[in-house]
């Protein structure tokens, strides 16, 4: 019996889950406040059972609105989240990230655990076989 993959819809931004700890995203467009409040708590809802590791397509995606940025600054978990890929992604989706997760490492305290790795590769094809990479990574750390 195949795995039951849950999906979700945010504003014009799409979600799947696949088992057993990805999530595959789709944005569209630009993410206000009211779409990033949605976006942490499918965040929080699957972290929270099982670090999840994000793999986003970024090709139809806009800005972030300040507020949007804020609260996902202030709200997502580094323990939620066990790697993010991007991928088919534009300059703007790099400098925005690599802002978020900048802002992350200047507010976390030193109990914190370290922020979360982004990675940028070009196709879906890409993001998939990096996953695999990224997984042998962690199986060697844990040896």
Same mark, same amino acid.
């Given at each position: 019996?195949?795995?039951? $993959?849950?999906?979700?819809?945010i504003g014009r931004n799409t979600f799947h889950f ?9 944005? $569209? ?15 929080? !809802?699957?972290? =929270? ?6 793999? =986003? @397509?970024?090709?139809? /995606?806009?800005?972030? @609105?300040?507020? /949007? &940025?804020?609260?996902?600054? !202030?709200?997502?978990? $580094? ?10 992604? &534009? +300059? +703007?989706?790099?400098?925005? /990230?690599?802002?978020?997760?900048? /802002?992350?490492?200047?507010?976390? =305290?030193?109990? @914190?655990?370290? =922020? ?8 879906? %094809?890409?993001?998939? %076989? ?9 199986? !060697?750390?844990?040896?």
């Amino acid at each position: 019996m195949a795995p039951i $993959q849950r999906k979700w819809t945010i504003g014009r931004n799409t979600f799947h889950f696949e088992a057993p700890d990805v999530l595959w995203a789709r944005f $569209q467009g630009g993410c206000c406040l009211d779409e990033a409040i949605l976006l942490v708590k499918l965040y929080r !809802e699957l972290g =929270s059972v099982h670090p999840f590791y994000l793999l =986003s @397509d970024m090709e139809a /995606a806009g800005g972030i @609105d300040a507020e /949007a &940025r804020r609260y996902i600054n !202030e709200h997502v978990r $580094q323990e939620w989240l066990l790697g993010v890929i991007y991928f088919r992604t &534009r +300059l +703007l989706h790099r400098a925005i /990230a690599k802002g978020l997760l900048l /802002a992350a490492e200047m507010t976390r =305290s030193e109990d @914190d655990p370290p =922020s979360t790795k982004i990675y940028f590769v070009s196709t879906r %094809e890409r993001a998939r %076989e990096f996953l695999v990479q990224l997984r042998a990574r962690q199986d !060697e750390h844990r040896v």
